[in-house]
């Protein structure tokens, strides 16, 4: 027994009894989009026109009860029991980017502060009526008077009235020698943007687990607020790196975070010893695998210097990850001469 099914905007399949309206897709050359295939992570939600379908056991996260009351269905976990009609339901990467336009708007710095030996949290406020509107996890080009522009990540929600920077200096940069030197409350920074494609995708309902090194942990920030406000549920995993513990920063932050928000959790990981026994010790991607066995249906979201995100990258796909849930805006030419995460 068979049963015809119309994808719209796409073609009819034909699906065999007992089976997945995914795999029937799949296997007939549908460009259907997927995740883990098991119900968790919500990549091929669809929505249920017409027909009879039965669903196999799902994760909440992928799919909440008041959808399903509404028709929504998983296609990976979904058999049909009759001909029937679907729609799907992308998971923003057509139409997530819509409504944003790249500026080139004029800020003041309204607040500037050192937070550790060489990070600095640059606080910008606009001096005009004009929105800079961006997705969590992007990044902008800053020009600081004559200076070439560089890439920073906005580490503020998309709905704060500020925009916030952390800086990094290495020595003999050229924004590097301005930022520590001359800076000051008032001045005028312009910002261009937003850029990048590392940024959150509020209709996933799998796990998340994001890894920062550096100031990689601005974008993260940004990521994890966003979040938040919208109110996503499932388990977040957000673990930091860095060399030692005097690298590290919004330790606070994150702390009062975790406290306010059940499924929010963060691992400090350091290189060197600490004194500081809640901190992990060693890579830290070796801690994530320790820490998780099963990454199916996660996406995973990169910050750092290139060869850290390199690094994760690799171990994340070894262990599960397809390259479509990893999302990165690494830069793969000198660091301080590209990117400032």
């Not at 065999?16 to 296997?27: H, K, P, Q, R, V």
């Not at 790249?102 to 910008?124: A, G, H, M, P």
């Not at 800079?132 to 996890?137: R, S, V």
């Not at 590097?176 to 850029?195: M, R």
Request: charged letters at 25%.
């Amino acid at each position: 027994m068979t049963f015809k099914v119309k994808i719209l905007g796409k073609k009819e399949i034909i699906v065999d009894a007992g089976n997945t309206i995914l795999e029937a897709a799949l296997d007939q050359g549908i460009d259907f989009p997927h995740g883990c295939r098991t119900g968790n992570c919500g990549a091929c939600k669809s929505k249920k026109i017409s027909g009879e379908i039965e669903m196999s056991p799902f994760s909440e996260f992928a799919l909440e009860t008041e959808e399903e009351k509404l028709g929504f269905i998983l296609a990976c976990r979904s058999v049909p029991w009759s001909d029937c009609e679907i729609k799907i339901v992308d998971d923003q990467q057509n139409d997530d980017l819509d409504g944003i336009k790249i500026k080139k708007l004029e800020y003041i710095v309204s607040r500037f502060k050192k937070v550790t030996n060489d990070i600095y949290i640059l606080n910008l406020q606009i001096t005009s009526n004009e929105e800079f509107t961006f997705n969590a996890g992007q990044y902008a080009e800053l020009y600081f008077d004559q200076c070439k522009e560089k890439h920073f990540s906005m580490a503020n929600s998309p709905n704060s009235n500020e925009l916030e920077f952390h800086i990094k200096t290495l020595d003999g940069g050229e924004v590097s020698n301005y930022v520590k030197t001359i800076l000051k409350i008032g001045d005028t920074v312009k910002v261009k943007g937003p850029f990048g494609n590392a940024y959150l995708r509020n209709n996933h309902r799998g796990p998340i687990i994001a890894v920062a090194g550096g100031t990689g942990l601005a974008p993260i920030l940004s990521i994890i607020k966003a979040s938040q406000e919208i109110e996503m549920k499932q388990p977040i995993q957000v673990y930091y790196g860095a060399q030692s513990e005097m690298d590290l920063y919004f330790l606070e932050q994150f702390e009062e975070m975790t406290k306010k928000n059940k499924n929010l959790s963060f691992f400090p990981v350091v290189m060197e010893n600490s004194g500081n026994k809640t901190f992990r010790k060693g890579l830290v991607t070796d801690a994530v695998i320790e820490d998780i066995q099963n990454f199916d249906g996660y996406k995973a979201y990169l910050a750092g210097p290139p060869k850290m995100v390199e690094a994760a990258e690799k171990i994340l796909t070894s262990l599960g990850i397809r390259k479509v849930d990893m999302h990165s805006d690494a830069f793969y030419t000198p660091y301080d001469e590209i990117k400032d995460t």
